[in-house]
């Protein structure tokens, strides 16, 4: 039983002088991971996302206005328009006055030869 005791005591003892493999290895892994030369290597990929994101939201800014100025020239043309279609209609509604006056009469003549035959 002693043997046993003892046994336990070596596999602390390695446990403690860190020999077991599975030890070392995820300790490596943590001071990859979390060690000053890591933290750099994410910080300077943060400054890159950063610095692309700021890029990104400019150009979307530029984008943006450039768009509103095509939505006011887009008004602009519209007023335009409705403005010609209004007076169109007053010059088809003169025209139309303007022959029906001409040819009204004509239609009414047209219309008693008609009732005579």
């Known amino acids: ?4 005791g003892q046994g336990k005591n070596n596999d602390n003892k390695d446990e ?3 020999t077991n493999p599975y030890q070392l290895k995820s300790i490596m892994e943590w001071y ?3 060690s000053p ?11 890159k996302y950063t610095t692309s994101m700021n890029e990104i939201y400019k150009e979307y800014g530029k984008s943006s206005e450039k768009l509103t100025e095509l939505y006011k020239e887009l008004a602009a043309n519209t007023e335009r328009m409705t403005k010609l ?5 007053k010059s ?3 025209m139309t006055k303007y022959w029906s ?13 008609e009732r005579k035959r």
């Not at 279609?85 to 209609?89: A, F, G």
Request: proline share 0%; glycine share 2%.
């Open 101 to 113: 006056n001409k040819f009204g009469n004509f239609s009414s003549v047209k219309k008693t030869e």
């Open 37 to 47: 030369l890591a933290w750099s290597e994410m910080y300077n990929e943060y400054n």
């Open 1 to 4: 039983m002693e043997n046993q």
């Open 92 to 94: 088809t509604e003169r």
């Open 32 to 34: 990859q991971q979390y």
């Open 85 to 89: 279609y209004k007076e169109s209609v």
């Open 16 to 18: 403690e002088n860190f």
